[in-house]
């Protein structure tokens, strides 16, 4: 599965915090994230990321059109929900995508852990059945 992490500035310890409870699941999925986001997990956890621009720079608009292509199946993303970003069309354009294709869309840890454990279990698995489909 192609899985997405995304952290808002003061969110990014937290996400560092999960990806590193989670390595082992996360370490059987391919991985991407905003500019520096996918650094930190990079350089903290060791994990294989790839890379786009930093969110304020277009970086959720990049993940948005892999969602658009059916090429991304789950985003976590820890937003701040008490800073207001520059960016903000762009992250609510993001989220909105997620629903628009029925991406599993996790925006804290609380969900975040759910999906995870569900994605270990099988729950996303027609994501895969979807892929074939397309
Ligand atoms: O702003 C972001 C998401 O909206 C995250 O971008 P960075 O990972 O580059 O900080």
């Not at 658009?68 to 985003?75: G, L, S, V």
């Not at 993303?77 to 996790?106: M, N």
């Amino acid at each position: 599965m192609k899985i997405t992490l995304i952290a808002h500035d003061n969110k990014k310890d937290s996400l560092i915090q999960f990806v590193t409870a989670y390595r082992d699941i996360l370490a059987e999925h391919s991985l991407y994230a905003t500019g520096t986001t996918g650094q930190r997990v990079i350089d903290e956890t060791g994990l294989p990321v790839t890379r786009f621009r930093s969110g304020p720079l277009g970086g959720d608009q990049q993940i948005g059109s892999m969602i658009a292509d059916n090429d991304m199946d789950m985003i976590i993303f820890f937003r701040d929900p008490l800073t207001a970003q520059p960016h903000e069309p762009d992250v609510s354009a993001l989220i909105r995508l997620c629903d628009v294709y029925q991406i599993p869309l996790a925006t804290n840890m609380g969900t975040a852990e759910v999906l995870l454990k569900g994605l270990q279990e099988g729950f996303i698995d027609w994501r895969l059945i979807e892929e074939r489909r397309n």
